[in-house]
C-alpha cells in the first residue's frame, strides 16, 4: 500500500483556500452593503427633493395668486398653509422663517380685504385699508427672487446632500 504525498504547494493552497475564499465571500459582501447604502442614500435624497419642491410650489403658487389677481382667496391661502405645514420637517430654519412671513403677510392681506368688504366703513379708513394691503401686495410681488434664493441650497441637485 503507497500513500501518495501531495507537494507542499497544494497543501498550502488546501490550507489557506477555505479562508482565502471566506475573506473574498465577506469583501464583496461589504461592497454590496455598501452599495446598498449609497443607493438608499440617493432614494432619501430624491424623496426629500421632492417633498422640498412641492412646498416650494406651494410657496410660488401663494405668490402667483397675489400677483394675477391682486386678492388672495382663502381656498389659495388655505392649500399654502396645508403645503407648508410641514416644512419644519423638512427645511432649514432660515426657510421655514421665511415660509412663516409668508404665511403672516398673506394672513394680513386677507384682513385688509375682509375689512375693505365692510360698506359701513367711511372713506378716509377704506382708502388708509387700500394703501395698507396695496403695500403688501407690492411685497409679495418683490418675494419671486427671494423665494428663489430662499429654497436653492436645499434644491439645488449638484451640491445636495442627504444631511441639508
Known amino acids: 500500500m503507497s500513500t501518495y504525498v501531495l507537494p507542499e504547494w497544494v497543501l498550502w493552497i488546501q490550507a489557506l483556500g477555505i479562508p ?8 464583496a459582501s461589504v461592497y454590496i452593503a455598501w452599495q446598498q447604502k449609497r443607493l438608499a442614500d440617493l432614494k432619501l435624497q430624491n424623496d426629500l427633493y ?23 382667496s382663502i381656498d389659495d391661502y ?8 410641514n416644512a419644519v420637517f423638512l427645511l432649514k430654519p432660515d426657510v421655514v422663517e421665511y415660509l412663516s412671513t409668508l404665511r403672516d403677510h398673506a394672513t394680513r392681506l386677507r384682513l385688509f380685504q375682509n375689512q375693505l ?27 419671486f427672487d427671494v423665494l428663489i434664493e430662499r429654497f436653492k441650497p436645499s434644491l439645488r441637485l449638484d451640491l445636495h446632500s442627504v444631511n441639508d
Not at 50 to 66: G, H, N, P, Y
Not at 79 to 84: D, M, N
Not at 123 to 135: H, I, N, P, S
Open 20 to 27: 482565502a475564499c471566506g475573506i473574498v465571500v465577506a469583501l
Open 117 to 143: 368688504k365692510d360698506d359701513r366703513k367711511d372713506q378716509a379708513a377704506r382708502g388708509e385699508l387700500a394703501d395698507k394691503a396695496a403695500e403688501v401686495e407690492l411685497w409679495f410681488n418683490n418675494q
Open 78 to 85: 388655505f392649500v399654502f398653509v396645508r403645503s407648508t405645514a
Open 50 to 72: 421632492d417633498r422640498r419642491l412641492k412646498i416650494f410650489e406651494a410657496a410660488k403658487a401663494l405668490l402667483v395668486a397675489v400677483q394675477t389677481s391682486g386678492t388672495l
